[in-house]
């Protein structure tokens, strides 16, 4: 039987900087691996304030340099994206905190995580917010990314196909 695509959201507060830079390389990485056919990923924010914008341009310009392109407009999370989705990927702790609290059944799928459980350097375990900050936060915030959206397409692989027990 054919396997439906695992459903990855990417969640930050605006769906402008953080967000639309983690959809745009796990994509990257899905279609360097060959993957494009198993994995649908987009991005949200909580906040509403910027939907309808496209992403920050300190955010595309981050993506330009390192061959990622970033697309879509931002958009405001909604309680079906925790249906619909099976995995949610929050920046940080207060974006997860928002989602649970949007979120009926903390059963089952979708499945909720922090981006950096999975960056081999984790820090904090959050992608911190550089909207307010210089061009080089938006840098440290792309090196944390493509660390942990690598290994989150690695462990969502061996899931996949079979290597390591589903939970
Ligand atoms: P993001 O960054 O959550 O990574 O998209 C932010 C964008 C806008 C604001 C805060 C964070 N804001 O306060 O408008």
New binding site residues.
Partial sequence: MEQSAIRVLFV????????PLAEAVFRRLVQARGLGLHYKVDSA?T?A??AGQRP?CRSVEVGRRNGVRLTGRARQVEALDLVNFDYIIA?DRQNLADLLALSHSHNGPPRFHLLREFDPNPGDTQVP???FGDADGFDRVYDMVLRSCSALLTYLEKKRTGTIDRA
């Fill in positions: 930050c507060l605006g769906n402008i900087c953080r967000s924010g906040g304030w910027h920050d920046m917010d550089p909207y």
